[in-house]
């Protein structure tokens, strides 16, 4: 596992971490920026007690999406984390702890070990000491922020039943990044805190129930020509300032719900 220590020496060296350069087959000519995983790869963020709605949305997901999944949770430092081996209960796809120099693979599940910190460069998954800013442990955020920048259009973030901001900024960051956020409906998480504040951001482009999720998100993929423009409420507000700006320019009373 990586200490803070040596991920500063190797920002002196190489500049960020996530940037340094990978080893490239003999005769290959791939630019750094076009490693990415090839598939989707959704990262799944909630509490520790967010266990029931990991169980609702993997129950409803056929085990050939042909997407990796990555799933982080806020975890007691001292136990080890029992969600990979309940989760086998409700999924035929291989269920494995997260492991430093993993690669990640299509149709897998990798979850989060206790007392570390997740990050993702060139397809290949990293452990970390965790970093604790002013008190605050926030596992998912740090695991986004990564997967935004080393998969782009390619990465999906997902927040599910749990309390606090953790996940917030980096569902944003995925978002700018040209990848797909959802968010639980708060009405149907046990802890509605984290489902809120992601919402009260406007960075999710889907609100669903976690059984409801692996549908849309096949469907998000089958359709990548619309992708970018239909997503949740991003079709309707990119409209709403089109009106607006054809109601200044020609000052025609136009009026539109607010989304």
């Known amino acids: 596992m990586a200490s803070d220590r040596d991920m500063q020496q190797n920002r002196g060296k190489t500049g960020n971490p996530e940037k340094s350069h990978a080893p490239q087959p003999q005769g290959s000519t791939t630019p750094e920026k076009e ?3 090839g598939f989707p790869v959704v990262a799944i963020g909630a509490s520790a007690r967010g266990l029931e709605a990991f169980e609702q949305f993997f129950s409803k997901l056929p085990p050939d999406s042909g997407m990796a999944f990555v799933l982080i949770q806020h975890l007691d430092p001292h136990h080890k984390s029992m969600l990979g081996d309940l989760l086998k209960r409700y999924t035929p796809m291989k269920v494995m702890e997260a492991e430093d ?3 990640l693979q299509p149709n897998r599940v990798f979850v989060i070990p206790p007392n570390c910190h ?46 606090g901001s953790d996940g917030v900024f980096g569902l944003m960051m995925i978002r700018d990044e040209g990848g797909m956020t959802m968010v639980q409906e708060p009405q149907t998480a046990r802890y509605d805190g984290m489902p809120r504040n992601v919402l009260a951001t406007g960075s999710a482009d889907y609100s669903l129930p976690p059984d409801k999720m692996p549908e ?21 507000f990119c409209l709403k ?19």
């Open 35 to 37: 490693f990415g995983a």
């Open 241 to 259: 300032n089109w009106y607006l700006s054809r109601s200044c320019i020609s000052g025609s009373g136009f009026s539109f719900v607010s989304v």
């Open 101 to 103: 120099g993993m690669m």
């Open 118 to 163: 997740l990050a993702v460069h060139q397809g290949k998954l990293h452990l970390l000491e965790p970093l604790h800013s002013a008190g605050l442990h926030t596992p998912i955020d740090y695991f986004f922020r990564s997967l935004a920048r080393d998969q782009k259009e390619n990465a999906v973030g997902i927040i599910l039943s749990g309390t």
């Open 216 to 236: 849309q998100l096949i469907a998000y993929f089958q359709h990548p020509s619309d992708k970018k423009y239909f997503i949740g409420g991003c079709f309707l």
